[in-house]
């Protein structure tokens, strides 16, 4: 890994624009499971234009593995890093080349990866107490969450450190927000995530030119955004009532959806071609992984 110098972009306010929310037919989706185990959740923002997934699952006592699935259906699993504390590898993302990237936890601190053909490079942002890195886009830029201390009131500051050695930094562009998540970076380096506030959880896009944009599903208590693809469709979900629901589109133009037979739809990941990856629930209350068919409207060339 390269070395990084620190470029510091610091915004302070967002764009807010008017939303229209519209609701799209549930589309075709395969669901997965990973063999021999029953996660209590599933994480899957990485999805790259191959059909290749990246993502997390969580068992019952907390412990997290990363694991990735090929398009015909072989699942590779448990991934960890082995300098991580048992049961504490996040893998978030993948992109065109097969590079995949998360975070791995010891017991102190969280640290970056890089995981390219087996081998794990840690990449920590400098100066940084915990470091979570969540995207690698296809230039090998990475995007993610720091931390500069250990407290746990520390909100945290987003960041995009680019495949040249640039450091990226910004706040959140809400000075009451207790918390900001960074989860993924396109090639044109817009970033999506979402931040937490006393009064509701909503979703940011971050634009290269460093302004943001909130992002919130109409009539949502939360809304998260975790990927977007290269010509700037994000995919995440909004939720009311503790039921959530499926979500991808643009800041004005944002889709719902849920997939026959789920009592719960978590979608995260998205490609160029306008596949969506995600976690849903059955209704039995069992958790699964899902992929599903490029949908219209989300795909890039569309």
């Known amino acids: ?24 037919e549930s589309p075709s989706f395969t669901s997965f499971d990973i063999p021999g185990v029953a996660p209590s959740s599933f994480i899957v923002p990485g999805i790259n234009d191959e059909g290749v997934i990246a993502g997390t699952y969580t068992l019952a006592d907390g412990s997290s593995f990363g694991f990735t699935r090929q398009p015909g259906g072989s699942i590779r699993a448990p991934i960890a890093d082995p300098k991580s504390a048992p049961g504490s590898t996040v893998l978030h993302s993948i992109n065109e080349e097969g590079t995949a990237a998360g975070f791995y936890c010891d017991n102190v601190t969280c640290h970056g990866f890089v995981l390219d053909e087996g081998k794990f490079t840690t990449y920590d942002v400098p100066g940084a107490a915990s470091t979570a890195v969540r995207s690698i886009n296809n230039r090998g830029d990475l995007a993610g969450t720091y931390y500069l201390t250990l407290d746990p009131n520390d909100v945290g500051m987003g960041f995009i450190a680019t495949a040249r050695g640039d450091l990226i930094t910004f706040a959140p562009p809400d000075p009451t927000t207790t918390g900001i998540n960074i989860g993924g ?3 044109r380096r817009t970033a999506v995530g979402f931040a937490v506030t006393s009064s509701a959880n909503s979703g940011l896009l971050r634009k290269p030119d460093g302004n943001f ?34 979500l991808y589109g643009r800041s004005n133009q944002l889709n719902s959806f849920d997939l026959a037979g789920a009592s719960d739809v978590r979608s995260q990941g998205i490609n160029n071609k306008g596949q969506i990856a995600g976690q849903w629930i059955d209704a039995n209350g069992a958790v699964h992984g899902f992929v599903t068919a490029p949908i219209p409207g989300a795909a890039c060339d569309d």
């Open 185 to 187: 970076l396109n090639d």
């Open 213 to 246: 944009v909130n992002v919130a599903y109409p009539g949502a208590a939360v809304t998260h955004l975790f990927s977007i693809n290269d010509c700037g469709i994000f995919s995440g979900w909004w939720a009311q009532g503790g039921v959530a629901h499926g």
């Open 1 to 24: 890994m390269k070395s990084f110098r620190f470029q510091f972009t610091v915004v302070v306010a967002a764009i807010f624009v008017p939303v229209l929310a519209g609701a799209a």
